[in-house]
Nanobody, 121 residues
Framework: VQLQACGGGLVQAGGSLRLSCAAS????????MGWFRQAPGKEREFVAA????????NYEDSVKGRFTISRDGAKNTVYLQMNSLKPEDTAIYYC???????????????WGQGTLVTVSS
């Protein structure tokens, strides 16, 4: 699976961004997808995950109610809608994929390159 993330940028606190991650190489629909982020000087952390059927989602506590993960099977794309952004959301965001959603928060098999999100105060 090859993953290509995009959509990052500079936004003011309270604003919104939507990240996209396009998948190719294997049958996208079979894979659970997720987003991670790595802030400067910090370890990479799990943000959100979505199952292959999109009926199962999982979020890190600090983004619950602000971020929404979704997927479009026709476009082989997973999205992360980020609302009410805070300066502490500033990070490089990575998408990831694995056959099992249970693996997403810990050790997904496939990774995309990152896209930088900067939230100014």
């Amino acid at each position: 699976v090859q993953l290509q993330a995009c959509g990052g940028g500079l936004v003011q606190a309270g604003g919104s961004l939507r990240l996209s991650c396009a998948a190719s190489g294997r049958t996208f629909i079979r894979y659970a997808m997720g987003w991670f982020r790595q802030a400067p000087g910090k370890e990479r952390e799990f943000v959100a995950a979505i199952g292959w059927s999109a009926d199962s989602t999982n979020y890190e506590d600090s983004v619950k109610g602000r971020f929404t993960i979704s997927r479009d099977g026709a476009k082989n794309t997973v999205y992360l809608q980020m609302n009410s952004l805070k300066p502490e959301d500033t990070a490089i965001y990575y998408c990831a994929a694995d056959l099992a959603i249970a693996n997403i928060p810990e050790s997904p098999r496939y990774w995309g390159q990152g896209t930088l999100v900067t939230v100014s105060s």
